[in-house]
């Protein structure tokens, strides 16, 4: 098992995790106020084709990404944790009662 946190370590932490997934919401934000100009232009300004569709797309690729990387991969993300935490495992399986790999 890890050793318990210290106080300050606790803070840092906490406002790591607080500072991506509030710099994901941000970008969630811009992304929904962009895209709708996007399809306002598209649909009602710039010729009667919906490319509105294609910026759409790519950037909520990105969008999905960050979301992953910020709530699932991110340091102390449940699926990173649970990844590592198997990992110590199988390598204290392996070192055995000797000490030794």
Same mark, same amino acid.
């Given at each position: 098992?890890?050793?318990?946190?210290?106080?300050? %370590? #606790?803070?840092?932490?906490?406002?790591? +995790? !607080?500072? !991506?997934?509030?710099?994901?919401?941000?970008? !969630?934000?811009?992304?929904?106020?962009?895209?709708?100009?996007?399809?306002?232009?598209?649909?009602?300004?710039?010729?009667? /084709?919906?490319?509105?569709?294609?910026? =759409? =797309?790519?950037?909520?690729?990105?969008? !999905?990404?960050?979301?992953?990387?910020?709530?699932? #991969?991110?340091?102390?993300?449940? #699926? /990173?944790? /649970? #990844?590592?935490?198997? $990992? *110590? $495992? *199988?390598? @204290? +399986? @392996? %070192?055995?009662?000797?000490?030794?790999?």
């Amino acid at each position: 098992m890890t050793s318990p946190l210290s106080p300050e %370590q #606790l803070e840092r932490l906490a406002r790591k +995790r !607080a500072g !991506a997934k509030l710099g994901w919401y941000v970008h !969630a934000t811009v992304y929904v106020l962009v895209n709708l100009v996007l399809f306002g232009m598209s649909h009602y300004g710039f010729g009667s /084709r919906p490319w509105s569709v294609f910026p =759409l =797309l790519g950037w909520g690729l990105g969008l !999905a990404l960050h979301g992953i990387s910020v709530f699932m #991969l991110g340091t102390g993300g449940g #699926l /990173r944790e /649970r #990844l590592v935490q198997k $990992e *110590r $495992e *199988r390598l @204290q +399986r @392996q %070192q055995g009662p000797g000490g030794t790999p």
